[in-house]
């Protein structure tokens, strides 16, 4: 071998050398740094510390969690008030003893009460190491469609006990399977979700008509014209705001098409209040905004006693200052204000 290949291979080797050693530290970095300072006890504790550590994690996700340590034997479920409870919870329980408190699964309790669309929602909290406290979270109604109670979504909920007064829907036919599919009345429903509880005893009647959309009859009371089912909440509170004036007492309608500008017909003299300035954040969201769903959802929200008396005045608290300004008396009921913005309208909903 020539003096010039020998150097050639001691290049060579040394280059190999460096690419090694820049592969190992980019590899371990600190931890390799660690272990090069530790003296050979301490590196053999923390080799089976590491295994030890290896073996419990693998007992856990292979054994223990899913072993007779920790199996469900105590079953707790509450919220539940429809007439097929007993049924819900022994099928919530059925499954519940197939698990562990440490491997709850939701999908085979959701599995269990499918067949029962009364039930919303399940919150599960195991209590280790045997227990299970599971909370049914309903749907509650809002309307009554075919003589069976919907709630605000339009979820048909048969089975459910109905315990106060409901609106009805007016609606061809009965409602068959576990959603309305009537465009009509699924919007209808979902004005009657959105409705105050306070006023939701008071509430009677549903319909659309030709020149007005959908109007809500309440019971000695006016009637409320919404027209369509957008920014529902928004329309609820301008016709409440208008309830509690003492102005607007004896009014045959109020119209709450425009929010903004709630008007009230068949007073002595024509009103149209505007209870809060058109344009407020609480009544008047931004152009092209999402629909007003409020903060409740109207599926689940509890429905309070029958208002007292039956005064809209009293019906819900004017939180709100207002500013009733009067317009020349007319003979013919006020006409419909039109809708500039596209917030609402006389049309009927589309599907």
Do not use: C
Not at 46 to 53: E, P, Q
Not at 88 to 115: F, G, K, N, P, W
Not at 246 to 259: C, K, N, T, W
Not at 311 to 325: E, F, H, I, L
């Amino acid at each position: 071998m020539s003096a010039g290949q020998a150097a050639a291979g001691r290049r060579w080797a040394a280059k190999r050398r460096r690419s090694r050693s820049a592969r190992a530290g980019r590899l371990t970095g600190a931890p390799a740094r660690v272990l090069a300072i530790l003296p050979p006890r301490a590196k053999r504790w923390l080799l089976i510390a590491a295994a030890v550590a290896l073996v419990v994690a693998v007992g856990f996700r292979f054994w223990f969690r899913d072993s007779s340590f920790v199996t469900v034997e105590k079953v707790e479920v509450t919220g539940l008030t429809t007439k097929d409870a007993p049924r819900v919870r022994a099928a919530l329980a059925s499954a519940a003893h197939t698990m562990t408190t440490l491997h709850v699964r939701h999908d085979v309790l959701e599995q269990a009460i499918a067949a029962y669309p009364v039930v919303r929602a399940l919150d599960v909290h195991p209590d280790f190491p045997h227990g299970l406290t599971i909370q049914v979270i309903e749907y509650r109604p809002a309307a009554l469609v075919g003589g069976l109670p919907v709630a605000g979504d339009g979820t048909i909920l048969r089975g459910i006990p109905v315990e106060a007064s409901l609106p009805t829907i007016e609606m061809r036919g009965v409602p068959h399977g576990n959603r309305l599919t009537d465009a009509t009345a699924l919007h209808a429903a979902r004005i009657a979700g959105a409705a105050p509880a306070a006023l939701r005893p008071r509430l009677e009647l549903i319909e659309m008509r030709a020149q007005d959309g959908l109007v809500v009859q309440m019971r000695d009371g006016p009637e409320l014209i919404f027209g369509d089912a957008t920014r529902a909440r928004a329309k609820w509170i301008a016709a409440t705001r208008v309830l509690a004036d003492p102005e607007a007492e004896g009014a045959s309608y109020i119209d709450v098409r425009l929010p903004g500008r709630p008007a009230a017909g068949g007073l002595p003299a024509a009103t149209v209040a505007p209870v809060a300035p058109a344009g407020t954040a609480e009544t008047t969201p931004p152009a092209g905004g999402p629909t007003d769903t409020g903060t409740v959802d109207p599926a689940t929200e509890p429905l309070a006693p029958t208002v007292p008396n039956g005064d809209p005045a009293t019906a819900v608290p004017n939180t709100q200052p207002t500013t009733p300004q009067a317009a020349p008396q007319s003979a013919q009921p006020a006409p419909a204000p039109t809708d500039s913005t596209g917030g609402g309208g006389a049309s009927p909903p589309t599907g």
